[in-house]
């Protein structure tokens, strides 16, 4: 989390340098683009449920319209959770002992539509994203690893702004989020139907 941080604060102070002069609030009215920082939390997961830092998210839009934007989102993170030593009953006749390292990496992406209640320099959201999710679920026990690759479909709705506080130059977004994937896990003793996570995202826009 400590490299993301400073990852992120190298970014902003490159975009700074980097901003022209003029008047205009952002760098261009009809487009957007954002680079951020994610946070989730899964819920109801059985494989990796704890709180996560390790995520970015990429996202760009064209505003049809004054207030409606269609574009295109990529994003992925990465849960872990470790389970100290204990057995599992892998079938009614073989168990197994052992301690666990639980990884799960999701990639969705997809499309994206955002309404955004003023054409201002804050500029409040909500939005819609839907596509695919790719995901892997990594077992590590002893020196072995069971792995599982998966497909799913995607959703995921957020609010948020993006705020443009300099004239001509770059801005910060933030979005709470709920994503949904119809992405299964069977893997030894673990199994799931879908993902799900809260999450917030906290990056710069221009």
Known sequence: MKRIRISLCAVLVILLACAPSGSKAQLS?????NIDWQVNMPV???????????????EGGYYV????????????HTNNEYFSRRTLALDKTLSLTTDQQHQMFTLPFGALVRYRFVEAD????????????????NDYY???VT????????????VGF???????????????YYSFATNKCNTMSYSQSSLSN?????????
């Open 44 to 58: 109801g997961n059985k494989f990796a449920d704890g709180i996560s830092g390790w995520g970015m998210n990429f």
């Open 65 to 76: 319209t004054d207030n409606i934007a269609v574009g295109a989102f990529l994003n992925f």
């Open 122 to 137: 804050f500029q409040p959201y909500v939005g819609m994203k839907l596509g695919l999710c790719y995901s892997e679920f």
């Open 29 to 33: 009215l009809n487009s957007y683009f």
């Open 142 to 144: 002893y020196i072995y």
């Open 147 to 158: 792995e599982q690759n998966k497909w799913g479909f995607y959703m995921s709705p957020e």
């Open 162 to 176: 993006n705020w443009y506080p300099w004239p001509n130059s770059i801005g910060f977004h933030a979005a709470l």
């Open 198 to 206: 809260f999450g917030l995202r906290i990056g710069v826009s221009f």
